[in-house]
């Protein structure tokens, strides 16, 4: 049951689109993911850290980097502030200012996230999670958005900024063939000093806590990468609060993923329920305006009927006062006949 | 035919053709050494600042301004606002424009654009925000091409497709809305994977709906401003319908956006509230925040109601163009302004002159193509052969 978030997460996203990614979909828990059992990492230990620029050396060799402008055993270099570039995946910084008597020097790299927010973010998944530990690129499929530098809380990718056609994103890669090989990390293995450890993360966090245990006054009580951002395979010890060495620690304790899990979430419930409640709202507007059609054509064929109805009893009345006109017209004319010859008679006998 | 081409050679050189073709001209060498020498010769992009304004300005504001296509087409077909029937389609126009251009401009982003295909291909990020985002907009660049295509259909007298097309209306409006509301939101969800880089004003598990609300903002008073400059501009090109239906839209959609610049103000203040931030609005960021927030929320939502009760189109039209400013503020400070705050100022990224030309060209070349399919197409008016026919 290695199945994480990321998996469950793909699953969600996937069918939201009503894609038909025939990837498992792991079950969702309340478990916590703590990582892929047996995964390497490395322990870097900076009470043993002597900033002799080592690692950096085997890292740009390993790697084949090209040759940086000053050679990796000019000291100076460690006065300037630096993070992990194209040409180099690894960088030491000095900090003097701390509470440390005497400089502390810390190493930066890809921590390999436990639930890397690079891979999380990738939307050509070149950056994946693998379960021996490291977080590996690979440049076959980069589109270039550069949206894994956006989400590194670690501020670690780099990218070829002048590469016109094929630029990639470089990181560490803890050396994956490496380890494949049965062989160790270059940093780890250049490391005079034996400040840092390669092993099974597991292993590593309990070695760290018996130093902590073992020399309480020497360390901060705080395995850095234990927790941060939901674990990292790359884990810390520091004779300093961790801030003072510029690591961050308002970070938290969140595995990336779940930073957007409830985003992703919505996406399906939007896709399922949107088209329903806007074809509602369609049907509700077009039969308000069917309704008041109607309504408008009740009225007016009420309207015209009444009219109708107005109009022929109006006709009535009138044809009615007509005929009584003109009967009492024809009374009239009769009855002035009448008396006009009732008149004319005793004229005629007065004459 | 032959005398549209005389017309145009003797009007060939005018101002706006002249300032047009110098900015493309710039553009386009710009391209050329995007593609020779790579983004680090002509980007003030870092390690540190992997997106700059072609992602802030050309990704986001093109997307949340070309969101009129959406509200309109939505108000219209779907909420029976018939009588902003005449707005759908130059809204369409820009909606698509807007979009395609947003493609364009990342072509140039990109590195490898050819690619753009992969995540759908063989990568299959579906964790990925982008993932969505990259999905939807394709869609929704097809859907708006579908939306828009009656216009030129009429324009070439294919009339069985053009009926065809338009029978589809309904289904292709609820599409489009469905398609943005997933992108718009997730352009926001897009920052939610960087709580420790963006500042915790602007930074809010609220982010996609922010988003989301805004682009409704952006739609609607891009609407309004787009009406009134076309009313300006080409006037001789809009019939009676147009013309007589772009006071009462102007006067609907400034209503329509002062209340969603209400809600959105409230949800804004509620995402402070609920991440207790209270105490940042006296820092110097807080001050910026503040002016975003009265400035070009609160103001324009209290100029829009003032502008609709006395009805006042020109205050309603000055009105929307102050919230796209906001709107185009507020997508800089979340992706530009206040992200990587915490960096010290010498590892800020401050955009150099050719990616803002960049970005002045890509708006220049949704002007001209603009320009050019309104002087032709049926889009602010009636194809004499399809009135009343939709």
Same mark, same amino acid.
């Given at each position: 049951m290695s199945i994480s978030r990321r998996k469950f997460l793909a699953w969600l996203g996937a069918a939201g689109i009503g894609s038909m990614v025939s990837r498992d979909a792991g079950a969702s828990s309340n478990k916590h993911f703590r990582g892929y059992p047996k995964s390497s990492g490395v322990l870097y230990d900076m009470t043993r850290c002597v900033g002799c620029r080592e690692c950096e050396a085997a890292c740009n060799k390993v790697n084949s980097l090209p040759a940086p402008d000053k050679p990796f055993n000019d000291l100076t270099v460690l006065n300037t502030k630096r993070r992990t570039g194209t040409d180099a995946y690894t960088v030491v910084n000095k900090y003097s200012g701390t509470r440390h008597d005497g400089p502390?020097?810390?190493?930066?790299?890809?921590?390999?996230?436990?639930?890397?927010?690079?891979?999380?973010?990738?939307?050509?998944?070149?950056?994946?999670?693998?379960?021996?530990?490291?977080?590996?690129?690979?440049?076959?499929?980069?589109?270039?958005?550069?949206?894994?530098?956006?989400?590194?809380?670690?501020?670690?990718?780099?990218?070829?900024?002048?590469?016109?056609?094929?630029?990639?994103?470089?990181?560490?890669?803890?050396?994956?063939?490496?380890?494949e090989?049965?062989?160790?990390?270059?940093?780890?293995?250049?490391?005079?000093?034996?400040?840092?450890?390669?092993?099974?993360?597991?292993?590593?966090?309990?070695?760290?806590?018996?130093?902590?245990?073992?020399?309480?006054e020497r360390y901060k009580d705080h395995i850095y990468g234990e927790h941060e951002m939901g674990g990292t395979s790359w884990l810390y010890l520091s004779p300093v609060p961790f801030k003072e060495v510029g690591m961050r620690e308002d970070l938290g304790e969140t595995p990336a993923p779940s930073l957007t899990s409830g985003a992703l979430s919505i996406v399906p419930m939007v896709v399922g329920l949107w088209p329903v409640l806007l074809a509602g709202v369609y049907g509700i507007t077009k039969r308000k305006e069917k309704i008041a059609m109607e309504e408008q054509q009740t009225a007016v064929a009420?309207?015209?009927?009444?009219?109708?109805?107005?109009?022929?009893?109006?006709?009535?009345?009138?044809?009615?006062?007509?005929?009584?006109?003109?009967?009492?017209?024809?009374?009239?004319?009769?009855?002035?006949?009448?008396?006009?010859?009732?008149?004319?008679?005793?004229?005629?006998?007065?004459? | 035919m032959s005398e549209e081409i005389t017309t145009d050679s003797q009007s060939w050189?005018?101002? /706006?053709? *002249? =300032? +047009?073709? @110098?900015?493309? $001209?710039?553009?386009?060498?710009?391209?050329?050494?995007? &593609?020779?020498? !790579?983004?680090?010769?002509?980007?003030?992009?870092?390690?540190?600042?992997?997106?700059?304004?072609?992602?802030?300005?050309?990704?986001?504001?093109?997307?949340?301004?070309?969101a009129g296509g959406y509200t309109c087409?939505?108000?219209?077909?779907?909420?029976?606002?018939?009588?902003?029937?005449?707005?759908?389609?130059?809204?369409?126009?820009?909606?698509?424009?807007?979009?395609? /251009?947003? *493609? =364009? +401009?990342? @072509?140039?982003? $990109?590195?490898?654009?050819?690619?753009?295909?992969?995540? &759908?291909?063989? !990568?299959?990020?579906?964790?990925?925000?982008?993932?969505?985002?990259?999905?939807?907009?394709?869609?929704?660049?097809?859907?708006?091409?579908?939306?828009?295509?009656?216009?030129?259909?009429?324009?070439?007298?294919?009339?069985?497709?053009?009926?065809?097309?338009?029978?589809?209306?309904?289904?292709?409006?609820?599409?489009?809305?469905?398609?943005?509301?997933?992108?718009?939101?997730?352009?926001?969800?897009?920052?939610?994977?960087?709580?420790?880089?963006?500042?915790?004003?602007?930074?809010s598990p609220y982010l996609p709906v922010f988003f989301f609300i805004s682009s409704i903002i952006a739609g609607l008073s891009m609407v309004i401003l787009e009406g009134s400059l076309s009313h300006k501009v080409f006037h001789h090109k809009m019939d009676e319908t147009h013309l007589s239906e772009?006071?009462?839209?102007?006067?609907?959609?400034?209503?329509?956006?002062?209340?969603?610049?209400?809600?959105?103000?409230?949800?804004?203040?509620?995402?402070?509230?609920?991440?207790?931030?209270?105490?940042?609005?006296?820092?110097?960021?807080?001050?910026?925040?503040?002016?975003?927030?009265?400035?070009?929320?609160?103001?324009?939502?209290?100029?829009?109601?003032?502008?609709?009760?006395?009805?006042?189109?020109?205050?309603?039209?000055?009105?929307?163009?102050?919230?796209v400013c906001g709107i185009i503020l507020n997508r800089l400070n979340v992706s530009v302004i206040a992200f990587n705050w915490q960096l010290p100022m010498s590892e800020r990224y401050i955009p150099s002159w050719m990616e803002i030309a960049v970005s002045v060209f890509m708006v220049t070349l949704i002007i001209v193509f603009y320009k050019f399919i309104v002087t032709r197409?049926?889009?602010?008016?009636?194809?004499?052969?399809?009135?009343?026919?939709?």
């Open positions: 502390v020097f810390r190493k930066i790299q890809c921590n390999h996230c436990l639930e890397p927010a690079c891979a999380s973010v990738c939307f050509v998944r070149a950056l994946k999670k693998t379960k021996s530990g490291p977080v590996t690129y690979d440049e076959s499929v980069c589109v270039g958005c550069r949206y894994c530098m956006v989400a590194c809380p670690f501020d670690i990718p780099a990218y070829e900024y002048n590469e016109p056609l094929t630029p990639r994103v470089l990181k560490c890669t803890m050396c994956a063939p490496r380890i090989k049965g062989q160790l990390p270059g940093c780890v293995e250049a490391c005079p000093k034996e400040a840092l450890t390669f092993g099974h993360r597991d292993d590593l966090i309990k070695i760290a806590r018996k130093r902590i245990r073992k020399y309480p009420e309207a015209t009927e009444k009219a109708d109805h107005e109009a022929h009893l109006k006709l009535e009345a009138a044809m009615g006062k007509a005929k009584k006109d003109k009967e009492t017209a024809i009374e009239k004319a009769i009855k002035k006949a009448l008396e006009d010859v009732a008149g004319a008679e005793p004229d005629k006998e007065d004459s | 050189i005018t101002p /706006f053709n *002249v =300032i +047009a073709g @110098i900015i493309i $001209l710039v553009g386009l060498i710009i391209t050329v050494i995007r &593609f020779t020498k !790579g983004l680090g010769a002509v980007t003030h992009l870092s390690n540190d600042n992997p997106w700059g304004i072609w992602i802030g300005f050309d990704l986001l504001c093109g997307v949340a301004l070309a087409s939505a108000s219209v077909y779907l909420f029976g606002m018939k009588r902003y029937h005449s707005a759908v389609r130059p809204a369409l126009l820009t909606g698509f424009l807007g979009y395609f /251009f947003v *493609v =364009i +401009a990342l @072509i140039l982003d $990109l590195g490898r654009p050819w690619r753009l295909p992969y995540p &759908f291909i063989i !990568g299959w990020g579906t964790t990925s925000l982008l993932f969505e985002v990259g999905l939807c907009v394709a869609l929704y660049l097809t859907v708006l091409f579908i939306e828009f295509s009656p216009a030129p259909l009429e324009w070439l007298g294919f009339k069985k497709t053009r009926n065809i097309v338009v029978k589809l209306t309904l289904l292709l409006t609820i599409l489009g809305v469905v398609l943005s509301t997933l992108h718009q939101s997730s352009l926001g969800a897009l920052f939610l994977i960087a709580p420790s880089k963006l500042h915790p004003l602007w930074y772009c006071d009462p839209l102007t006067l609907g959609f400034g209503k329509a956006a002062s209340l969603v610049l209400a809600g959105y103000f409230t949800i804004k203040v509620i995402g402070i509230a609920a991440g207790n931030h209270w105490d940042l609005l006296s820092t110097p960021y807080g001050l910026w925040f503040l002016v975003e927030m009265l400035g070009f929320v609160a103001l324009p939502c209290f100029l829009y109601a003032v502008g609709v009760r006395d009805k006042n189109l020109k205050l309603i039209r000055g009105t929307s163009a102050l919230t197409m049926p889009v602010l008016y009636e194809h004499p052969d399809f009135k009343n026919s939709h």
